[in-house]
């Protein structure tokens, strides 16, 4: 068995303002997403979003079913976004095969049985990040690529907050049941994502960062906007962010990340913005 899983609980807003840095880190924080050859997934109570990775480097690796889903085969009721973001490599769906370069992206809809991953080059593996919600419905499986993506360009160098938003799995792309993926990449000399921060109790996200330099890292910035709280990144590690809580980053360089999500909606612009003098 090339999987390895864990699950993740809820937590409230209330328990969360007294948790001191271990277990800020326990719950939000997940790392070693990205193994060879072993799927590593982490089954979330938010939303029941499930945040996972694989690297094939030797083999090619299987999509296979976790005890938590209590299901035949992974998408019986799910659905599944992935960005690579690693080498060249193919996603094969059931037979068809779905070549994804660097920051491709790839849905594939509910009641999919067979979904397998493996790398062009051993010496350059593809890094596939994956993200899985509960569908109510099959859609089409459909490719993304990077040159497919609605693009969006925010904030300004002055405010150190410049950066290009890439929509690749949203409503204007491709039609999904819940999930929502993307990434943002930050101009050279920006640090700040997401800023002005906002909320969205609509919708929980999960935040994953990469192209991050060495030695460099991310701060995190989470919880209500009036009680926030910080967590420390480094290059290939994702953070869950609940409804309730801002998500936002400052990096000690520029860096690029992918945003994930799932709840009541669709409406990407959907969200309740916080004024920065007011973050306590
Ligand atoms: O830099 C940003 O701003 C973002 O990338 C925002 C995310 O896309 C987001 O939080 C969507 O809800
Ligand atoms: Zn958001």
């Known amino acids: 068995m090339s999987n390895h899983y864990e699950v ?65 085969y992974f998408l019986e009721r799910r659905e599944l976004g992935i960005i690579n973001v690693g080498g060249n490599g193919t996603v094969t769906v059931d037979g068809f095969v779905y070549k994804l370069g660097y920051k491709d992206a790839l849905y594939i809809g509910r009641g999919n049985e067979n979904v397998t991953f493996s790398s062009d080059d051993a010496a350059k593996p593809a890094k596939f990040y994956l993200n899985s919600t509960p569908a109510h419905k099959e859609f089409p499986t459909k490719k993304v690529s990077k040159e497919d993506a609605e693009v969006v360009e925010m904030g300004s160098l002055e405010t150190a907050n410049a950066r290009t938003i890439r929509k690749l799995i949203v409503n204007s792309t491709v039609d999904t049941c819940q999930v929502q993926m993307g990434m943002t990449e930050l101009n050279t000399g920006s640090v700040w994502n997401t800023m002005p921060a906002h909320v969205h109790d609509r919708r929980m996200e999960v935040y994953f960062y990469f192209e991050v330099p060495e030695d460099q890292a991310v701060c995190h910035f989470m919880g209500q906007p009036q009680e926030t709280r910080h967590i420390w990144m480094a290059n290939n590690e994702a953070v869950i962010s609940p409804p309730w809580s801002i998500h936002s980053g400052s990096g000690t360089s520029n860096y690029t990340f992918i945003w994930g999500m799932a709840g009541e909606n669709l409406d990407y612009g959907d969200m309740d913005h916080c004024k920065i003098s007011e973050l306590r």
């Open 8 to 72: 993740r609980y809820a937590a409230s807003p209330k328990h969360v303002k007294a948790y001191d840095t271990e277990t800020l880190r326990d719950e939000f924080l997940i790392q070693d997403l990205l193994m060879p050859d072993k799927l590593k997934l982490v089954y979330t109570h938010y939303d029941r979003y499930i945040v996972g990775g694989v690297v094939p480097v030797k083999k090619s690796v299987k999509l296979e079913t976790i005890d938590p889903l209590k299901a035949e």
